[in-house]
């Protein structure tokens, strides 16, 4: 009888037989040892704070090849779910959701109640508890453990004191009855080469017996095995003083299990591991809760978010109704935090996220300089843009409420200062001075926000406000993009065969001057240069640029058309975008390895940028390249660092400037405050609390720096906040075949933000680099960025359901429990008033456009006349008052997790913003 | 008490009360009624060849509201799959796999066990049934179908002769006990609104009780609805004849079902509707396996597949040993079905297939017609590919073995082509005759090779043979689109800002000449003709074709230069391959209706053909463009439509064709063959057998048809033909809610594929139409035949695994029963066999290639010394020898549908042709 390990090398037998004793056991229990007899509870209660029962392993070892050739060999294993040996392919199946045969678990629990059961048996080892049933016996059996034992990859995935339970089943032809043992050890004792992996066993099930038609004992072995691995069974069974507990255990598992008709599944199917699994939680008696830790998976964030609101019980948002009090509570709240802020960044993974938030921080830095250059005619440009978020950024990093924030130029700010700049140009005023009154006058506003705790107010802003912010930033990003592509086409026209924009002729200065010079040119670019031989002798064909070098003037409609740029810029600009967009694709891929895939996705838009410029150098054309500044000084010539308070306007303006300061104040409120509600969101289970009021504080602060240095504005930026958040994820190290990793918690600190910006900073000298980068490149990659953050949000995946029969529709929660009508509904509205936002930003009346932005949290107050409490709870969330409005029993969601559909419900109602790379603001 | 309808209008209330008695019932059966209690099997006998039994549609009626507003509603229903009421959502849930709690089947069963049976209840209806059991009552019952049953959609999904079995399941608080109640009436009568579609009812199941915790009597009732969907309860309690029958059936239900354990599972999670079910008949004894019809799913092609092999006894590869005996024979199989061939085709459904089928070949005309005249120098050209395509498909259709093929030029026969004309310019053969006296030896080869009944050694042709051939193919066709397009930017080369090919001028002929001319057109055009001031009177930078329009030369190191065209054809030719890509894509979208689906997926070419010529036409640039005749006559100046026997060529070289003769016919019986083997496969279910022999006589006398006249040389393309079928699919329509339609078999006939024909020949007059065609678009449909064709073979899914992580890869049943390494052997030599034949082709030994073709089929053999039978069954086919090789039991493969990837499982061994439109052959 061998014992046969599947590993890493094929089918090597392992050394040791085990040859289970197979003859009658000793069926006498010891009941002096196991918990009192009356019941569980008496005994839970003296566990109160006693750590978690440890990971059950559990292995079948099936005896096979009787009556020629006997050998013991494991054919199943799980810990949370099963894998089969698939013997054939000499490997682990992948892990799947158990299924059982009715029959066999009846068959079992007969077998048991009929069988041996030994709990709490104090065998110090098999030996001995071998020889306490069957006396003849060798004693090999306390070996070291096994080279593939240790060897064995699953051993890394079982966390340190998990015990093993190992399930004996096989048939034995001289058996006359099948036979049934349970022993539970007192102490568990490590078994040789018993197990795969060397750990101590605690449990071991017996099941031998006579010839039986089809896979008796394998489905026998396999239901005690699946048994074994239900978490309440094991809690039930290492408390199990006799028979009649087991049998009780027995029986409650099979009260609950899930029962799939014959004729509408297939037996042999294998259900994939589902995404989230049901509360184990709901299964325990109530005394039993307080002892499980955190080993069940958690509640999905739809279940979490039904119970409680977003913004339920966060003390962040209560107001104390004393002058700045929001602000001393948030400092007061931050500072024991501070250390901790430098030591928790001691870790590898903040050096990646450095590199990743960096490279989309100057990415943005260079795009937006570039975006408010045009904006402002000059009056700040990408040296603005870098000095500015250098600045700002490690600024806030160092004094701010929550330190994951990225500061950045955001879509809004940048529409606002366009329309500020057109103004003072109307009105002929010295913008920057002007700009200067304007920032101190929404600074002063800040400051009196901040006094008066008006950020309290964010709990107003539910998903509806954010999701027409943002959708509205990604439109915004989409359209400026393909509009600058398209303007290139009229810079680099295209050259129809028709259009006569053909000719370009080099003409040099004086009737015959020059004529040594042409002469010189002439033998060295025969083929190139043709002189005419009808008296052209001092005009050349040479191309416009040489032809200036040499001292010629270039004359003709074709000199300045640049033939084969339009075409080329547009492929670059396709191939960018696209390219962006597979590699983000690559996370969820079956290919590679995952830290490959992972390294793709999360450096895709730097990489796509590199393919283009690649592209553009292999080609060499001259595409339009970025602009960078050559020189360390204000992009408006003859400006000194610090703006003069007044310039050539009248004193009276630095009044009038608080009326457009007013309409920024809001609009730097709902863009500060909406990006902080969405990092500060209770799923990303942030443990250092916010800091609403200090945020806004600092915000005006650097808002007054800013200002006085005429650098841009910044607030708070979503997506690569984010973003940032996201590459500080911590996970559990996925411990079970088949789990998947459990979220813990985002790594808090402010050192990651701080080295970016100093990096930010430093890159004011990469100008020899950074020219070298295309135009349509970048505006590709802004492109990609506006549609991965608008695909992000809810609001797309309704915008979608419009266009999908009821019947494809995906199985969504939302939609097993609100009319679809009445999802088109409000689907419709949003739409409308982004439709409207959009038409207000682009007239005249554009400046009204941050009270719009507000107007959104009025016509979602609005809606609660048109939706119901429980509807909008499914489609939006609920404003405070209303969380009070509705019954605590609708709160409680029917919970059903479609298996194949789970992600998109999940979709749903997840934030889905770690799946953004770059911000759009 | 009323009963609620959801309906397409939602909510409406049916005007029907159905007040079911709810007291204690007469507990008494009527035993005489029903089948004689002596077991079921003697009344079975006697039903032998009687119908099948009939559809049961069930519904769970609960009574809710207790005590203030009792009101039955409907909130369940059964097909085959469950569809729960969405009360909120006010809909129906996505049908899916029903799942029960085992408690709720067990107390379903003890209730009736006490409870009351009624079997063979000879009411006539509710009325007299509720009399016998409660004689208070009205007598409204016999109502006409209401408004809301004739226009529940349901409705059609149902089969005639479906009958209804309703639950009736609720709490009526003033019940002692709970009551349980089984009623099968001997006749089903229809009770006007009890069941949402008017329909008989034969069972019903009463479950009423007092108050009980939870959802206890939903849960039953589904437990019953659940137990009375299933088709083997049904047979069974169709023929119960007392409550032994009933319990023993819910009993042997039981046994089956298949048990998620509570902590893996979420109870409430919806399970899609499987891909494949079980097969029924297994559950079934063997005498009532032979009453049942096929109204249970079919096995699947994988379990087919391994049953038995691909040709293992279609009659038409049996030798007959006599000469030409296997023509005669397809010729007596094929004759009586002739006069169906046409009339089958009296279906809306040929007429589509006739529009997509008719656009494919005429791309591939138009396409292989190039290739053709680049190949030949003209010889053939786009011409004589249509005249060619025409003539041939349309005489193959008429008279072949399987008129389902659409003939076509193919790669391989295109790439030997082009040898033998360089073949024949090296020396100095005229070309035609010389052709023609290959066609004539072809033509006897073949006929010889029918005459020995060659065509069975197709046995010898499996899957291994198949994908080497295909890949060949496809890869050929990437390689070319490819180089093409790339050739392209040689025709127009790409301006750099370095190089001096930029000017061009204008010059007239004389000194002085032409200068009125100049004069002229100065005034009209002075913005885009600029004339020199320096001498410049008799030349101009005007551009070249209106240069010289006007008399003048264009001279000029850029004359010749056509700007912007090398990126634009670059832009149309990836424009259209990933439209063509993402519309294929748009039939498995979850957006708009299948019909919409299904038609942007099949015209997926055609649509991107359009959108080329869209883009071009809008932009209006000189790229290149189809080159299409003119006028009817061949393509080679000064030949007639016969090509004369001789031409210039000593008469001994009519012999010497003999030889490469040889190796063509080796390529034609290859290349025709493996066609047919792939379109004769088992799993299209084609009823009127195919014709292997008769097919090879087609061609062979076709290919001395168009050798005479110089026409392109057709056998039958793949990819095309398959396409041609898929279009032809007979489907049953989906009957229950959830279930997939069955693939029914092929609409066989000869009418689609002569209308296809008839209308490319009179596409010869397309010229002025065709001539818009831009060249880079058809070579990026090219581009997508090859990735297409080449992404639908296992071969191409085992390349694939080599670049997944073991973890990742699907759960394929290959891979369950072969271990990695070995597959990964089988698709390295694949792959190394491929090379060689890509090597060879393109090397000058490339005249051998049919011989290297045929020996891929040696290969094959060789590989039954390296992998074993078992392996090679799942990895290719058995040859024939092989077959009687492997043991029997070795072909009962463990069959595991995994939910998630049935697909991928099915994709690796289904043909998956359909997947592809267009012929790459």
New interface residues.
Partial sequence: MEMKLPGQE?FEASSAPRNIPSGELDSNPDPGTGPSPDGPSDTESKELGVPKDPLLFIQLNELLGWPQALEWRETGRWV??EEKL?V????W??P????????S?QKLRSLLAEGLVLLDCPAQSLLELVGSTHPRKASDNEEAPLREQCQNPLRQKLPPGAEAGTVLAGELGFLAQPLGAFVRLRNPVVLGSLTEVSLPSRFFCLLLGPCMLGKGYHEMGRAAA??L????FQWSVRRASNLHDLLAALDA??????????????????????K???S?HK?LPSQQREIRGPAVPRLTSAEDRHRHGPHAHSPELQRTGRLFGGLIQDVRRKVPWYPSDFLDALHLQCFSAVLYIYLATVTNAITFGGLLGDATDGAQGVLESFLGTAVAGAAFCLMAGQPLTILSSTGPVLVFERLLFSFSRDYSLDYLPFRLWVGIWVATFCLVLVATEASVLVRYFTRFTEEGFCALISLIFIYDAVGKMLNLTHTYP??????????????YPG?GGNESQWIRTRPK?R????S?D???I??????P??CTRQGGHP????CH????I???S??LF?TSFFFAMALKCVKTS?????VVRKGLSDFSSVLAILLGCGLDAF????TPKLMVPREFKPTLPGRGWLVSPFGANPWWWSVAAALPALLLSILIFMDQQITAVILNRMEYRLQKGAGFHLDLFCVAVLMLLTSALGLPWYVSATVISLAHMDSLRRESRACAPGERPNFLGIREQRLTGLVVFILTGASIFLAPVLKFIPMPVLYGIFLYMGVAALSSIQFTNRV?LL?????????LLL??????TRVHLFTAIQLACLGLLWIIKSTPAAIIFPLMLLGLVGVRKALERVFSP?ELLWLDELMPEEERSIPEKGLEP?????????EDSELMYQPKAPEINISVN
Same sequence: chains 1, 2.
């Fill in positions: 094929g949370l779910f698939e054939a392919a000499g490997r199946s992948a799947h959701v158990p299924t059982l045969a009715l029959p678990l699946v048994l691995s239900d978490p309440q598992f099979l009260e609950e299990v899930t029962v799939l008709p014959p004729g509408r599944w297939d037996p042999t199917a294998r259900i994939p591991p589902p989230c699994l049901p184990q299964r295209i050259q129809k065969p028709g259009s006569s924009a053909y000719g370009c002729l080099c003409q009737p670019d083929d190139d240069i043709v005419m009808l008296g052209l001092n005009a050349s064909l040479l191309p640029p040489e004359r003709g409609p074709g058309t640049v033939p084969d339009a075409f080329f547009l492929l396709l079956r290919f590679f390895p995952s080609l060499g054309l001259a979608k266009l999908m029969p009821a019947k494809h529709q995906p199985d939609l097993r429990h609100v009319p679809l429980q029917e919970h059903s997790f479609s298996g194949s559909d789970s």
